[in-house]
């Protein structure tokens, strides 16, 4: 029941309408009797600024923040956490004393998902796509300590000059960056190969791959039909496949990957786990998982 004390977090973005974070953080907060809501907000473009300073002034403790801010919404904040520094973008903002720190917990999100079928030392990942997820997973899979990572996309220039920037990133020095908050994460022991190539290489990259990361929305609700960007005849049965499109929860690149016995992870972990990491930097509580990931199940059917 709302009321007095009840504190307020929620979703910035534009559409919001279609967000299963309001029924996963709801659900979270009413089974472990906290006396928080989560509401969505839809605000445009030439709003953001006057939405976070609103947010600051109405007490709000946290937002997500999604398409289209994402990237924008940094130039708003106090201060910002490493990853979300590196990934040039927020998804996470906590208020504290009338400041605001910004986080990316996409990152996170997808790495927890695979760290809990496999260690990720000395893996060599295939990505396929590169867009603001990619480029999140990506820094986060360095950092974990793979061996190498080749990103596949439609448009090979485009991950040509992702991983240039992911490069040239994990080697610079942020020491003069008075935005960042600390600088908790050491790159000097990070030793990675990073290749690139267009789709029609994917099948001779997967051959010696140890995981698969889809992070193009092929197959994503209501493209179900869609030609997955791999058949089972080009995947091995050691390999672990994650699509993170999670709805559906079962794509046609997971059902591919079943045929050959490949591990198979549901993009639904990553939206569990970056959610978990958001309730944990807001309210300082371990997040229920289990309750959040029958809530986002739910939101599916
Ligand atoms: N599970 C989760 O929690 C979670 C979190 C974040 C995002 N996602 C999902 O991840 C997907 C990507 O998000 P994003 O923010 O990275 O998007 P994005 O920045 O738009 O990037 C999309 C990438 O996919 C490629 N692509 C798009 N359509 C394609 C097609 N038909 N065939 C081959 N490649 C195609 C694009 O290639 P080009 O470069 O050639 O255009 C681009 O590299 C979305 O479906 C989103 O819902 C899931």
């Avoid at 974070?21 to 953001?48: D, G, T």
């Avoid at 720190?101 to 295939?126: F, H, M, P, Q, W």
């Avoid at 267009?198 to 791959?209: H, I, Q």
């Avoid at 030609?227 to 390999?239: C, F, G, R, V």
Wanted: charged letters at 25%.
């Amino acid at each position: 029941m709302i009321n007095g004390t009840t504190k307020v977090v929620g979703i910035i973005g534009n559409p919001v309408g279609h967000s299963f974070s309001p029924a996963m953080f709801n659900a979270a907060f009413k089974s472990m009797n906290m006396n928080y809501v989560y509401v969505p907000f839809k605000v445009e473009k030439e709003n953001l600024k006057y939405a976070i300073r609103g947010a600051k002034a109405f007490g709000i403790q946290g937002l997500n923040v999604t398409i289209p801010h994402k990237q924008k919404v940094i130039n708003e904040l106090d201060k910002f956490d490493i990853m979300a520094n590196l990934i040039g973008a927020v998804n996470t903002i906590k208020f504290k004393e009338g400041k605001s720190k910004g986080y990316n917990t996409d990152c996170v999100g997808a790495v927890r998902a695979i760290k809990e079928v496999s260690d990720l030392k000395d893996k060599n990942v295939v990505i396929v796509g590169a867009g603001g997820a990619a480029r999140a997973i990506s820094f986060q899979l360095a950092i974990e300590g793979v061996n190498s990572i080749n990103m596949i996309n439609r448009s090979p220039k485009k991950a040509k000059s992702l991983i240039y920037d992911i490069k040239t990133l994990l080697s610079a020095d942020f020491t003069d960056n008075s935005k960042l908050d600390e600088l908790t994460i050491d790159f000097s022991h990070i030793d990675i190969t990073f290749k690139y190539g267009s789709l029609d290489e994917l099948p001779k990259s997967l051959a010696d791959a140890d995981i698969l990361i889809d992070t193009t929305p092929v197959g994503m609700h209501p493209n179900l039909n869609d030609e997955p960007i791999a058949t089972y005849d080009i995947m091995h049965s050691d390999l672990i496949v994650n699509d993170i499109v999670y709805n559906p929860l079962e794509t046609n690149l997971l059902k591919e990957a079943k045929k050959i016995g490949a591990t198979i992870i549901y993009g639904t972990k990553m939206l569990l786990y970056q959610g978990a990491e958001n309730f944990k930097i807001w309210t300082g509580e371990e997040a229920p998982l289990d309750i959040m990931e029958k809530s986002i199940l739910n939101s599916i059917k």
